[in-house]
Nanobody, 126 residues
């Protein structure tokens, strides 16, 4: 089982990035996928999730209106489109898989997730 997050980088405030989470070793269509981020010295924070079917998404308040999560089961990849990035978005971003269909207001419980990717660094300069 593997989740490979990519697409991070250095961007100026107001810019955009598209993160990808490539999966292998399990059937993406059976799992909820969450995106999280973590800054050094801080707790891991839930950013967004997408349901098993892809028909339901949820966003943390910090991401609403700026980030969009989507998935392509055929490509076994989940995306996080991030627009209007701010310095406060600077963190390592991780994707994770939950074997239950639990994308909703409590998606940020990290203990729910069975598999985690290695993270990709996003740095937003002011």
């Amino acid at each position: 089982v593997q989740l490979q997050a990519s697409g991070g980088g250095l961007v100026q405030a107001g810019g955009s990035l598209r993160l990808s989470c490539a999966t292998s070793g399990f059937t993406l269509g059976y799992y909820t996928i969450g995106w999280f981020r973590q800054d050094p010295g801080k707790e891991r924070e839930g950013v967004s999730c997408i349901s098993v079917s892809g028909g339901r998404t949820y966003y943390a308040d910090s991401a609403k209106g700026r980030f969009t999560i989507s998935k392509d089961n055929a490509e076994k990849t989940v995306y996080l489109e991030m627009n209007n990035l701010m310095p406060g978005d600077t963190a390592v971003y991780y994707c994770a898989a939950d074997r239950y269909d639990r994308c909703g207001g409590t998606f940020y419980y990290t203990s729910r997730y069975n598999y985690w990717g290695q993270g990709t660094q996003v740095t937003v300069s002011s």
